[in-house]
Every structure is written in C-alpha cells, then in structure tokens.
C-alpha cells in the first residue's frame, strides 16, 4: 500500500534532510502515481504501476534540459529515490508547481490554445540528439485493441462514427519528417492553470520523439471546435497530422474509458467528452453540422 507512512520511511531512509517536513496526500493526483506535498515546496510521486516506473529517471535527465527552451513551467526534479521498504520502484521529488489542474473553463479559450500551441511548437524544435525512443509511438500498432474498445462500447458511443475517425487516422500517410519531441500524454489533465491561464504542463512520463501527431490531443481534451481550430493553425497541423492525432485521442480516450469509467465519474466524463469531441471533429472536417 503507497500511502503516507511509506512516503516518510523512504524519505527517512533516503533523504533526511525532507524527513521532518509535513507530508500530505494530494487527492485525485491520476492513475499512474501516488502524490505527496512535502513542505510547501516539494513534492513526493510514487508510482502505482509498472507502466510508469521510468518517469522519475526520464524527467530528473531530460527536463533540466528542456526546461529553459519551454515558454511554460514544467516540472523541477531534485532527486530520484530508490527501491526500499518493500516498495519496488524508482520515485522522485521534484519542486511543488503552484496551480490547479486545467477545466473546461479554458475551453473556448483561443489565448489557452495559442498558448499550448507554443509550448508544442517550442518542444517540437528542441534538438532530439540521444532523445528517449517510445516503443508504442505508431497508431497501427493500437489496431486491434481500438477496435476491441470500439466494440465493447457499442451501447454507449456511435460505433460507425468511431470507425471512420480510426480508419480515417489509419488512411493518411504516416508520418514522414524527421523525429520531433512529443510529450506523448498531452491532456487535460496535465496542464495546470492559474488566474484563468495555461500556466504549467506536468507528467512527462511519456516523452519521446516520433510523430508530433501524438500530441494533437489537447485539441480534443481541452477545447471547443473554435479554440481547437486556432490551436491548429497555429500549429501549422497538415491533414494528415491533423487526422492521425484526432486517431491518438480516440484511441486514447477509449483506453482510459474502459479501464476507469466504470469506478471514477471524472475520469468516465473526461473521456466521454474527449471521445465525442473526435467525433464532431471528424463531421465537421467533411462539413456536417
């Protein structure tokens, strides 16, 4: 069990200079870690799975790095703890971003997609040089299991609809430019918001380089058809790229709507949207109402 008692034996046994700062669990921190404030500056992240278990070694090398070419905040590493007291996996600290966790309320906002539109094209054209490779970063390889998904949600989402926004991401060319960096898990629910703005991206567990398309999925996460519009085009999004990222956030959506929706109504009305949204983008690309 990750809970506070195992947060402050490692600290204790690892780090003692944080052991004597409070340490408290930040409720409805996501499905990959469990997450501490420490003090008023820190924050403790254990993750909860195998999936996750490269994140702390990956962000403590690469976002120093990033960081300064980045016109958003992003998280600070201090350190990376190891295995200990039963617990089986690398964790990390990092400095505590002040902010909440994006809403709806940036939805029609065109300043908040330009804003996430720079973060993308910033992280886009830093050198990819020794840059970690995501083994899972081409939509064929989701082939089958969308189309599981699809099927096993017949009774709750348009079948047909989610099928040609799928065959339609499937169709296009791939991607054929050189590798660019991706923050591989671009979502709502990894931006951070303060007085009504885009002020941070966390959670760069999936950072990689590949396909921009990868990250196309703010578009369907965050925004309205305006804003997402103007996030295109600033973006500079061809058809194809555009196409496949709308494929990314189906696939995406779907996953996490069969593996939650059933136990979280946040995570089931997050997804609910965000599979719609790539519905009526889809409809509205072909001119439908």
């Not at 409805?28 to 993750?47: C, M, N, T, Y």
């Not at 950072?207 to 996030?231: C, E």
Request: overall charge negative.
């Amino acid at each position: 069990m990750i809970d506070v008692a195992l947060a402050e034996g490692l600290l204790q046994a690892q780090f003692p200079q944080w052991a004597g700062l409070p340490l408290r669990l930040v409720e409805k921190a996501g499905s990959d870690h469990v997450i501490f404030r420490l003090g008023d500056e820190l924050a403790v992240r254990l993750p909860r799975h195998e999936g996750a278990i490269g994140q702390a070694k990956k962000e403590s090398v690469w976002l120093p790095r990033l960081a300064p070419a980045l016109p958003l905040a992003v998280p600070e590493p201090v350190a990376v703890g190891r295995p200990g007291l039963g617990y089986p996996w690398h964790w990390s600290v990092a400095r505590w971003l002040d902010g909440e966790v994006a809403t709806l309320d940036l939805a029609d906002s065109w300043e908040a997609a330009e804003t996430l539109a720079a973060f993308l094209d910033a992280l886009q054209r830093f050198p990819v040089a020794g840059a970690p490779r995501e083994g899972d970063d081409l939509l064929p390889r989701r082939d089958r299991a969308t189309r599981e998904a699809i099927a096993s949600v017949a009774g709750v989402f348009d079948t047909g609809a989610m099928t040609a926004v799928w065959q339609a991401a499937l169709d296009v060319p791939a991607w054929a430019g050189p590798p660019v960096w991706f923050h591989g898990d671009f979502h709502i629910g990894n931006v951070l918001m303060s007085k009504g703005r885009v002020s941070a991206v966390i959670d760069f567990g999936g950072l990689g380089v590949g396909d921009p398309a990868r990250d196309m999925m703010m578009a369907f996460t965050l925004m309205s058809a305006g804003s997402r519009a103007v996030f295109r085009e600033a973006l500079g999004a061809d058809d194809a790229t555009w196409a496949r990222g709308r494929g990314w956030a189906l696939a995406a959506g779907l996953n996490a709507y069969c593996s939650y929706a059933k136990t979280d109504a946040r995570v089931a009305a997050q997804t609910t949207r965000q599979i719609n949204e790539t519905l009526t983008d889809l409809r509205l690309s072909f001119g439908g109402g």
